[in-house]
C-alpha cells in the first residue's frame, strides 16, 4: 500500500466512522464531517456544471463564432440578479423559461407514456393468455382507484371494493418499505466492507 | 404473565437490531459464503437484450446515480461495461447527473476496456456532465452534437470517429438508463420510448424496483435493481465483480430484520387479543 493509499484508507475510515457518530448522539464530530461532505459536493458540483455545461456547452461555442449560445449565458446570469433587491424581478425571466421549457417537454409525452403506455401494459397479461396475473392485475387496479373515490361513502359494493384496494395498496408500500430497508442496509454493507478491507486490513494490518 | 410476554417483544430495544445486523453483517465480509442466487426474469432480459443486440449498434447510456448509492450501482454498472464491451457494438455515455460521467470512468479505470481490444473514441465515449435533468435527456435524443464539445476528459470531441455516428436518437439502438431516482423510468420513456420507440434498459436503486417494474417487460426489457442485480448479472455473464460479496453481506444482514419483524407482530397481534379477551 502507497503512502496515498493509507491516506486515503484512514480518510475514509475516518469520516465514516465520524459520521457513524451520529447513532450515539449528535455531536461535533459528525457536524465536522456533515460541513467537509457538503463543501466538498458544492465544490464539486461547481465545478462538473462548470466545465460540462457552462464552458463546454457556452463558452467554447461562443468563442468559436456560434453567437447564439450568448443567449442561455445571458439567462443564467440573470438569476443572479436575486442577489439585490432591487433587480430580483429580473431573475423570474429565467425562472419562468427554465419552468416552461421544462413543462413543455414533459407534458408532451406524459400522456402516452403514464398513461396510454401502462394502461396497455395492464392488460398484457390478458393478451400474453396469463389469466391469474391479469385477473390480478386488474382486480387491483380497479379496486385501488375506488379506493381513492372520496366523494362517495365508502358503503355497500364500493366499501368492500376499496377495503380490498386498501389491501393492495399495503401490499405496495409493504413491498416499497423493504426495498428501502434493503438500500439502507447496503449503504451500511458498503461502508463495512470498506472498512475491514482498506482500513483494517490495508492500513492498520498491511495485508 | 401472557401480557408481560407480548409486552416484553414489543419492547425490545431497536439498538439490539442493530448490532446483531451488524455481527451479521461482519460473518460474509471476513469469511464469504457464496450463497445461492436465482436469476430473475428483468436480468435476464437484460443481459439478453444486451447480446441481441446487432453487431455495429450504439448503445447511449444516460449516466446518472451518485457516490452516495455507489454500492448499490456498482456490480451493475461493472457487470454491465464487461458484457458491452464483450460485444461487437459501440456505446457512449453520457452524465445525467454529476456524479455520472465519474462513476463511469471509475468502473472503466478498474475494468480496462483495452483487455476487451476496444478503443477509446472508436468503440465507446465518455461525455461530461449535462446539466437539466430532462432536458438535458430531450436534447441529446434529439441533437446530441449540440450537448457537448468535450469529453469528461476535457478532449475535443471532434477528434473522435464515434462521435461522428452521434446525431441523435434515430443512431441510438437501445438506452441504458442509470439513475437514483424513483422516477427515473417516467421520464426516461418519455424522452426515449414515447418519442422515438427506444427500447431502455434500467438499472437502479433496489427501492426503485417497484416503480420501474410497471415499464417492464414492454418498454424496459430488462432491469437491473440494486446489489441483487449486479450479482446475478455477474452470474449469468461469467464476469466475476464486487457484487457476489455484497449481496451475501446483505442477505444475512437482513435476517435479524426478518426476526425482529415476526416478534414484533407477535407482540402486537398477541397484545391486540388478550386486550378483546379482557374486554369480552
Not at chain 1, 480518510?11 to 457513524?20: E, G, N, R
Request: charged fraction near 15%.
Amino acid at each position: 500500500m502507497t503512502f496515498g493509499d493509507m491516506m486515503a484508507a484512514w480518510t475514509m475510515a475516518l469520516f465514516s466512522l465520524a459520521i457513524l457518530s451520529y447513532l450515539w448522539k449528535l455531536n461535533y464530530v459528525y457536524k465536522i464531517a456533515e460541513t467537509f461532505a457538503v463543501g466538498s459536493l458544492l465544490a464539486h458540483t461547481f465545478i462538473t456544471t462548470w466545465t460540462g455545461s457552462i464552458e463546454g456547452i457556452c463558452l467554447k461555442p461562443l468563442m468559436a463564432g456560434n453567437v447564439v449560445r450568448i443567449i442561455p449565458l445571458i439567462f443564467g446570469l440573470l438569476a443572479f440578479t436575486r442577489l439585490s433587491r432591487r433587480y430580483a424581478w429580473i431573475s423570474r425571466y429565467p425562472t419562468a423559461l427554465l419552468a416552461g421549457v421544462g413543462t413543455g417537454v414533459m407534458f408532451g409525452a406524459t400522456f402516452d407514456a403514464q398513461i396510454l403506455t401502462q394502461l396497455a401494459m395492464t392488460a398484457q397479461a390478458f393478451i400474453d393468455k396469463d389469466f391469474f396475473s391479469a385477473s390480478v392485475i386488474l382486480v387491483g387496479v380497479f379496486a385501488t382507484l375506488t379506493y381513492f373515490i372520496y366523494t362517495q361513502e365508502h358503503t355497500g359494493a364500493l366499501g368492500i371494493s376499496a377495503r380490498v384496494g386498501r389491501v393492495f395498496a399495503m401490499f405496495s408500500f409493504g413491498m416499497n418499505y423493504a426495498a428501502e430497508l434493503i438500500w439502507y442496509v447496503t449503504l451500511v454493507v458498503g461502508i463495512m466492507i470498506r472498512l475491514v478491507d482498506l482500513w483494517i486490513k490495508g492500513a492498520i494490518l498491511g495485508l | 404473565m401472557r401480557v408481560s410476554i407480548y409486552k416484553k417483544l414489543r419492547e425490545i430495544p431497536d439498538g439490539y437490531l442493530g448490532v446483531l445486523s451488524i455481527i451479521f453483517m461482519l460473518i460474509p465480509i471476513i469469511y464469504p459464503m457464496g450463497l445461492p442466487l436465482q436469476i430473475s426474469e428483468p436480468t435476464r432480459g437484460f443481459y439478453n437484450t444486451l447480446r441481441n443486440l446487432p453487431e455495429g449498434s450504439i448503445v447511449c447510456i444516460d449516466g446518472g446515480g451518485g457516490f452516495a448509492s455507489l454500492d448499490e450501482f456498482e456490480s451493475s454498472i461493472t457487470a454491465t461495461m464487461k458484457v458491452m464491451l464483450s460485444l461487437p457494438i459501440k456505446w457512449f455515455a453520457w452524465g445525467y447527473s454529476a456524479d455520472g460521467p465519474i462513476l463511469m470512468d471509475m468502473v472503466l479505470k478498474k475494468i480496462n476496456p483495452d483487455s476487451f481490444g476496444k478503443v477509446y473514441g472508436e468503440d465507446y465515449l465518455v461525455l461530461p456532465y449535462i446539466a437539466g435533468g430532462e432536458m438535458a435527456v430531450a436534447s441529446v435524443a434529439s441533437d446530441t452534437h449540440n450537448v457537448a464539445t468535450n469529453d469528461y476528459y476535457g478532449n475535443d470531441l471532434t477528434q473522435y470517429p464515434l462521435w461522428d455516428e452521434l446525431t441523435g436518437a434515430e443512431d441510438f439502438a437501445l438506452v441504458i438508463t442509470i439513475s437514483g431516482s424513483c422516477l427515473n423510468m417516467d421520464q426516461e420513456t418519455r424522452q426515449w420510448y414515447t418519442l422515438y420507440d427506444i427500447h431502455l434498459l434500467e438499472i437502479n436503486m433496489a427501492c426503485c424496483s417497484p416503480m420501474s417494474m410497471n415499464y417492464f417487460p414492454d418498454v424496459m426489457p430488462g432491469g437491473l435493481w440494486g446489489v441483487k442485480g449486479g450479482t446475478e448479472l455477474e452470474v449469468l455473464s461469467g464476469f466475476p465483480g464486487p457484487g457476489a460479496r455484497l449481496s451475501d453481506t446483505q442477505n444475512l444482514a437482513l435476517m435479524p430484520f426478518l426476526v425482529f419483524l415476526i416478534l414484533g407482530n407477535i407482540g402486537y397481534f398477541g397484545s391486540l387479543y388478550l386486550t378483546k379477551e379482557e374486554d369480552m
